[in-house]
């Protein structure tokens, strides 16, 4: 399978906890992009990388999540001191110069 | 900004053809199209550039008007398949590339 992965598919983890998820791009893309999805709503950008620059964060990206791309190829979303709203859906994204972003599957957080 | 979908739902019988519309306040530099099934990630549609642009195929087909404010996704003789949640993302003059901003989705329910 050559599309976007994320690991792990779903976290369940107890508030105060940090978390990390992983995104392992399409080979061949040099743009990568967070999303977070909670339910009945579209994705909301948090972050964006080309290659290994981190070019954007959005405003709802906290001071307790960071975001890594090291060497331009995976990347990893950590998120510390969890707290219940960061329960959501976690994509990823990639996508080359031809700007069609391919999503990953998503990692699941449940903060309880 | 936010585009604005329309409608938030519909339901159609097998055969049914719908349109699903979003509109921004500004005009746009790119829109894009995706379809989520219930937990699973989006999946890419199509994405339009031009303004007066038309892209697809006979049965799912977009269009982009000439002010580059409006697209409207167009899904002809729907299929069980069909069904799932329609997502507009789009992308502004100015604005970070990839940096869509998703509408809250139209959700389509083929019935046999």
């Known amino acids: 399978d050559t599309g976007v992965s994320q690991n792990p598919r779903h976290k369940i983890t107890k508030r105060g906890q940090n978390v ?51 060497k331009g190829s995976f990347s990893t979303l950590e998120i510390q001191r969890t707290e219940q709203g960061d329960s959501a859906m976690y994509l990823c994204a990639s996508s080359s110069r031809l700007e069609v972003e391919f999503f990953g599957p998503g990692t699941r957080l449940t903060v309880l | 900004q936010q585009p604005v979908q329309s409608p938030q739902a519909v339901i159609l019988r097998e055969g049914e053809d719908a349109v699903i519309n979003c509109s921004s306040s500004k005009a746009l530099y790119s829109v894009h199209w995706y379809r989520q099934k219930h937990g699973e990630a989006p999946v890419f549609l199509m994405i339009l550039l031009k303004g007066g642009e038309q892209k697809g195929h006979e049965k799912i087909s977009a269009s982009f008007n000439e002010k580059k404010q409006q697209s409207s996704l167009y899904l002809t003789a729907s299929q069980l398949s069909y069904s799932g949640t329609y997502f507009c993302g789009t992308e502004s003059y100015g604005g970070s590339q990839g940096n869509l901003i998703f509408g809250k989705g139209t959700k389509l329910s083929v019935k046999p």
Request: charged share 25%; proline share 6%; net charge neutral.
């Open chain 1, 20 to 70: 990390t998820f992983r995104c392992d791009p399409i080979s061949e893309h040099n743009r990568l992009y967070w999303y977070r999805q909670t339910l009945g709503q579209g994705p909301e950008f948090l972050t964006y990388f080309q290659n290994e620059a981190q070019l954007e964060k959005s405003r709802l990206l906290s001071d307790r999540f960071s975001a890594e791309r090291p």
